[in-house]
């Protein structure tokens, strides 16, 4: 009874650094989202999916890639890392497009750019 | 343009008091309406949801929000806070009829309880 779970719950990047933030889910979920929450600025939308194979871009999508070989694995990769990009990241999934269900949110990754 | 709006950055509240966070949308069509919950270091934990029916919606913890079509808004109450309530809290919505389409969030309430 995971959930989504996301790794690593803490980073720190030197600018121009990359890396892969994972995210994983076990309830079968076809849509999975990315969001950053920056202070005051409630969330916002990065990259969302709704299957595997297919991927699309949110509010924020500039600085970042994703993909989606698996139903379970929505990784966010960061390519050349930017102090802009210091933010908490937060993945989550739903059944349907509606989220009728609501969203199932991991617990972040706090990133930090320096 | 369409919008989620939170009013308010900052409420405290005394415990044991009522609590009532605002939520305003700017949708053509009622979008479903959501309200989500944060504690320090965590993620986002639904209370509630609307999407048709009866304009007051229970939740957990004894939360409750009632939908008003003509003010286009979707408050948040509870009658007697707890210090435990003390978090951050999200109005979210998903435009209906619209596709690619994902929950769009205001920028949040926080929520501080005194003694």
């Known amino acids: 009874n995971a959930g989504v779970t996301q790794t690593p719950k803490f980073r720190i990047l030197k600018i121009g650094q990359s890396m892969t933030l994972q995210c994983t889910q076990d309830m079968n979920h076809n849509y999975m989202y990315w969001y950053r929450q920056d202070p005051g600025m409630g969330l916002k939308l990065i990259y969302y999916?709704?299957?595997?194979?297919?991927?699309d871009k949110g509010e924020v999508p500039n600085g970042y890639n994703v993909s989606r070989s698996t139903t379970e694995d929505f990784p966010l990769r960061l390519e050349l890392a930017a102090p802009s990009q210091t933010s908490v990241y937060f993945c989550?999934?739903?059944?349907?497009?509606?989220?009728?269900?609501?969203?199932?949110f991991g617990s972040g990754t706090r990133l930090t750019v320096v | 343009a369409q919008s989620v709006t939170q009013p308010d950055i900052h409420i405290t509240v005394s415990e044991g008091a009522s609590l009532e966070l605002r939520c305003n949308y700017s949708?053509?069509?009622?979008?479903?309406l959501f309200w989500y919950v944060q504690s320090p270091g965590q993620g986002l934990q639904l209370l509630l949801k609307?999407?048709?029916?009866?304009?007051l919606v229970q939740g957990i913890k004894g939360f409750e929000a009632e939908f008003k079509r003509s003010q286009s808004s979707f408050n948040l109450r509870k009658p007697s806070v707890h210090w435990s309530d003390a978090a951050e809290y999200f109005c979210?919505?998903?435009?209906?009829?619209?596709?690619?389409?994902?929950?769009?969030f205001g920028k949040g309430t926080t929520l501080s309880v005194s003694s």
């Open positions: 979210a919505v998903v435009p209906v009829n619209q596709a690619g389409t994902a929950l769009i």
């Open positions: 989550a999934s739903s059944y349907g497009p509606t989220a009728m269900g609501g969203y199932t």
């Open positions: 949708y053509g069509a009622t979008p479903y």
């Open positions: 999916s709704v299957g595997a194979g297919i991927t």
């Open positions: 609307y999407f048709s029916g009866d304009t």
